[in-house]
T-cell receptor, first 118, second 112 residues
Framework: GAVVSQHPSWVICKSGTSVKIECRSL??????MFWYRQFPKQSLMLMAT?????????EQGVEKDKFLINHASLTLSTLTVTSAHPEDSSFYIC??????????????FGPGTRLTVL | GESVGLHLPTLSVQEGDNSIINCAYS??????FIWYKQESGKGPQFIID?????DKRQGQRVTVLLNKTVKHLSLQIAATQPGDSAVYFC???????????FGAGTRLAVHP
């Protein structure tokens, strides 16, 4: 099956610093990837849609200048949390759709990145 | 706004019993539905999906039922095993977009 990886799996940083999270599709190409945030005991909330070669599309309420997304290749999207604060501590998960056939567009998820901001 | 919700936040079952997890969705334009399983500290794992032109789809030990009339989705797990313990999310997708909207999640606890 399709595999999506994330790096790092966890990161601890000081308040005010920036953190970059990578999302890679390992055995397929993804022109689109999605970034989600999940707080403890809550559901996944879509943050933004990452588009290869163009600007990301952010969901309402998500600060684009704080959560920088770059999708420079068909297998890599990065999310940079700039000037991180404790309230940004969360589980960040990416996904990529596998367009196997016109009738299926299953999204495969990465293992997630646990961000803790001190 | 559009949302997908669940009726039960937690479900406890005995090992070997069948489990049924329910989900209500509100966007009548959604035409693709997916169930995901998420274990603690991990990303969601695809279980089964169904398109709006179907009302039932079966996989290995799992069945998804879709009732478009009442906008209801359910996941049935046969002979539930301890390894099935996790949080289960339903998600809906509007065919015009790739975005997934997730429900609140149901924690399934399987007791021996």
């Amino acid at each position: 099956g399709a595999v999506v990886s994330q790096h790092p799996s966890w990161v601890i940083c000081k308040s005010g610093t920036s953190v970059k999270i990578e999302c890679r599709s390992l055995d397929f190409q993804a022109t689109t990837m999605f970034w989600y945030r999940q707080f403890p005991k809550q559901s996944l909330m879509l943050m933004a849609t990452s588009n290869e070669g163009s600007k990301a599309t952010y969901e309402q309420g998500v600060e684009k200048d704080k959560f920088l997304i770059n999708h420079a290749s068909l297998t890599l999207s990065t999310l940079t949390v700039t000037s991180a604060h404790p309230e940004d501590s969360s589980f960040y998960i990416c996904s990529a759709p596998l367009l196997a056939t016109p009738s299926t567009d299953t999204q495969y998820f990465g293992p997630g990145t646990r961000l803790t901001v001190l | 706004g559009e949302s997908v919700g669940l009726h039960l936040p937690t479900l406890s079952v005995q090992e070997g019993d069948n489990s049924i997890i329910n989900c209500a969705y509100s966007n009548s334009a959604s035409d693709y539905f997916i169930w995901y399983k998420q274990e603690s500290g991990k990303g969601p794992q695809f279980i089964i999906d169904i398109r709006s032109n179907m009302d039932k789809r079966q996989g290995q030990r799992v069945t998804v039922l879709l009732n478009k009339t009442v906008k209801h989705l359910s996941l049935q797990i046969a002979a539930t095993q301890p390894g099935d313990s996790a949080v289960y999310f339903c998600a809906e997708q509007d065919g015009g977009y790739n975005k997934l909207i997730f429900g609140a999640g149901t924690r399934l606890a399987v007791h021996p």
